[in-house]
């Protein structure tokens, strides 16, 4: 099987503009979340969708959203950028999404927002 | 409230030699414990898993971990350390009562010495 996917790799943006990343997870997984990883803070939820909803979000401003779609690729957006969002960016799928299933993540997006 | 702690920042080894990373966690029901492994510039990689039963669990590439419920620990641990091992290695922790997401500790970079 094809592992996940996440797209773009790396991106450079400007602050006050948005952007939207991409993740296909594995084939039959329908649990996709998405964390953000820097080295201050290390890794932190962002949130998880399962079935195309919403089923848990993390500590987050509203200025990050995300969406997954019926074929459960998943979107996440951020909205006027600020410094402090450069970070990797990691998707990780799971095949039923319960909690004693392991993960399985992307090689990240690197964002860099100057 | 789940809470996964990894003590040291650094571990530091020479090839050949065993290795242990260690971890301890909080939750309020049972447990669900993983490691994940991160090399430079990648996602995370599972290496094992505990969700019930022995106490010993075998994962990837040699690594195993010993799940301790009075300590509240689940440390992992290899034999024989091999310099390719070199990278960065999580713990994360899922209340098995609670929220499907998982917390991870801030990771345990470790270095093998040839």
């Known amino acids: 099987k094809a592992g996940v996917t996440q797209t773009p790799r790396y991106l450079i943006k400007t602050r006050g503009q948005q952007v939207t990343l991409s993740c296909s997870p594995i084939?039959?997984?329908?649990?996709v979340s998405w964390y953000q990883q820097t080295p201050g803070q290390g890794l932190q939820f962002l949130f998880e969708?399962?079935?195309?909803?919403?089923?848990n979000k993390g500590n987050f401003p509203g200025r990050f959203s995300g969406r997954q779609f019926s074929n459960s690729r998943s979107e996440m957006n951020v909205s006027t950028l600020e410094l402090g969002d450069s970070a990797l960016y990691l998707c990780?799928?799971?095949?039923?999404?319960?909690?004693?299933?392991?993960?399985?993540f992307g090689p990240g997006t690197r964002l860099t927002v100057l | 409230a789940q809470s996964v702690a990894q003590p040291e920042d650094q571990v530091n080894v020479a090839e050949g030699n065993p290795l242990t990373v260690k971890c301890t966690y909080s939750?309020?029901?049972?447990?669900?414990l993983f490691w994940y492994v991160q090399y430079p510039n990648r996602g995370l990689q599972f290496l094992l898993k505990?969700?019930?039963?022995?106490?010993l669990v075998k994962g990837s590439y040699g690594f195993e971990a010993e799940f301790n419920k009075s300590q509240t620990s689940f440390h992992l641990k290899k034999p024989s350390a091999l310099v390719s091992d070199s990278a960065l290695y999580f713990c994360?922790?899922?209340?098995?009562?609670?929220?499907?997401?998982?917390?991870f500790g801030r990771g345990t970079s470790l270095i093998v010495h040839p």
């Open positions: 994360a922790v899922r209340d098995s009562g609670g929220s499907y997401i998982p917390t």
């Open positions: 990780a799928s799971s095949s039923a999404g319960e909690g004693y299933n392991e993960q399985f």
């Open positions: 505990y969700i019930t039963g022995d106490n």
């Open positions: 084939s039959g997984h329908r649990s």
């Open positions: 969708y399962f079935s195309e909803t919403q089923r």
């Open positions: 939750v309020s029901g049972n447990p669900y």
